[in-house]
C-alpha cells in the first residue's frame, strides 16, 4: 500500500492521544484511522445489540454454553466490519470531509492514503468480517450479509434526508437479530422488538454526535436530525429514548426475562434521562463526551440480560 507519503502531522481532530496516536508502526495511522481502532467507540455502540441479543437469547434457551464464544465473534466482527463501513464512508465523503472542521483530518482528505488504498483496506477487512461470520450456522451467515447493503447505502443518506440517523439505527441495530439467529437459526419476536429499540436509542445518540457538526453541515448542505430538531433535540431525545426501552422493554417481556434484567433496562434508561438532563446542544465537547458515555448505558443493560440468563440456565 505505497504511493502516498505518509505523514503523522495530520491527526484526525477529535481523537489525539491514543494508542495509535504513540504506539502504532508510523505506516499503519492511516489505515487504524480509517477502520476507527483511534477511535473505538462506534465499534463498542455497534457491539451492545449483539451482546445484548445474543445474553437475551441465551436466556431464552436456558444455555449459557455458547455466551461467552459468541461474544467473542461478535467483539471482532464489529470492531472489523464498523472500521470496514467507516473505511466506505470516508472513501464516499471524501470530498464533503475537507470542508469540515473535525473530518478535514481523517486520512483520506488529508492525502495520507489514497482511495483506492483506502479500498483495499476495506476488503480487507470484509475478509476478516467474513471468517468471524461463518463461524455462525447458515441462517446467521445469511442475515449479517443482509446487513451490507444498508451498509452500503448509508453515506448517501445524508445528502437526500434529514433522518440519516434512521438508516445508521437500521445499521448499528443489526446485531439485535443475530444473537437469535445464531442460536436458533431464526428470527422470534423478542429479536424484532430488540432491534426497533435500538433503532431508537442509536437515532437518539447519533443526534446528540451529530450536533457537533451542525454548524459546517448546515454550510455545505448536509442533513442530520440534529439540524431537523434543532432547539427541540431534548424533547425530540426523551422521545426516542423513551420509545428504545418501551420497545426493550417489550422484548424482555416476549423473551420471559426476569427482574434482573429489568433492572439492567431500569439502570440503562436512568442513564439515558442524566444524558438528556445534562445536554447543551451548543457544547461540543459535550456533545462528544454524552455520546461515548452510551457505551456504559448499553454494558448497564447487558449485565443486566447476562445476569437474567445465569439464573435461569440455573433453574
Known amino acids: 500500500m505505497n504511493g502516498v ?8 481532530a477529535d481523537s489525539t492521544g491514543n494508542w495509535v496516536d504513540r504506539h502504532a508502526p508510523l505506516w499503519t495511522r492511516p489505515y487504524l484511522r480509517l477502520a476507527r481502532f483511534d477511535r473505538p467507540i462506534g465499534s463498542w455502540l455497534l457491539l451492545m445489540p449483539c451482546w445484548w441479543s445474543a445474553a437475551l437469547a441465551a436466556g431464552v434457551a436456558h444455555d449459557l454454553s455458547r455466551l461467552p464464544w459468541f461474544c467473542a465473534l461478535f467483539f471482532v466482527g464489529s470492531f472489523v466490519m464498523r472500521g470496514a463501513g ?3 464512508n470516508d472513501i464516499t465523503d471524501r470530498h464533503l470531509d475537507d470542508k469540515v472542521e473535525r473530518t478535514r483530518s481523517r ?3 488529508a492525502g495520507q492514503v489514497t482511495a483506492k488504498q483506502a479500498a483495499i483496506f476495506m476488503v480487507g477487512l470484509c475478509l476478516i468480517g467474513l471468517v468471524v461470520l461463518v463461524q455462525f450456522n447458515g441462517f446467521a451467515i445469511a442475515t449479517g450479509i443482509a ?9 448517501f443518506m445524508k445528502r437526500i434526508t434529514y433522518w440519516p ?11 439485535a437479530l443475530m444473537g437469535f439467529a445464531a442460536t436458533f437459526g431464526r428470527l422470534e419476536p423478542a429479536a424484532i422488538m430488540l432491534y426497533a429499540g435500538s433503532i431508537c436509542w442509536v437515532i437518539a445518540y447519533d443526534t446528540i454526535y451529530a450536533h457537533q ?14 439540524l431537523l430538531f434543532g432547539e427541540r433535540t431534548k424533547p425530540a431525545l426523551l422521545l426516542f429514548f423513551g420509545l428504545a426501552v418501551l420497545l426493550i422493554g417489550v422484548a424482555l417481556m416476549l423473551a420471559g426475562s426476569g427482574w434482573f434484567a429489568f433492572i439492567g433496562l431500569a439502570a440503562f434508561a436512568a442513564h439515558l434521562v442524566q444524558q438528556v438532563v445534562r445536554l447543551d446542544i451548543h457544547d461540543s465537547p459535550l456533545c462528544l463526551k454524552l455520546f461515548k458515555s ?9 449485565a443486566g440480560l447476562v445476569a ?6 440455573g433453574a
Open 5 to 12: 507519503p505518509i505523514s503523522d502531522t495530520a491527526r484526525v
Open 86 to 88: 467507516c473505511t466506505w
Open 107 to 109: 486520512p483520506i482528505p
Open 147 to 155: 446487513s451490507l447493503l444498508i451498509v452500503a447505502a448509508y453515506p
Open 165 to 175: 440517523q434512521s438508516v445508521l439505527g437500521l445499521c448499528f441495530s443489526w446485531g
Open 213 to 226: 457538526d451542525a454548524e459546517d453541515d448546515l454550510m455545505i448542505g448536509i442533513k442530520s436530525t440534529a
Open 294 to 302: 452510551n457505551r456504559d448505558a448499553g454494558l448497564l443493560l447487558f
Open 308 to 313: 437474567d440468563a445465569a439464573v435461569r440456565a
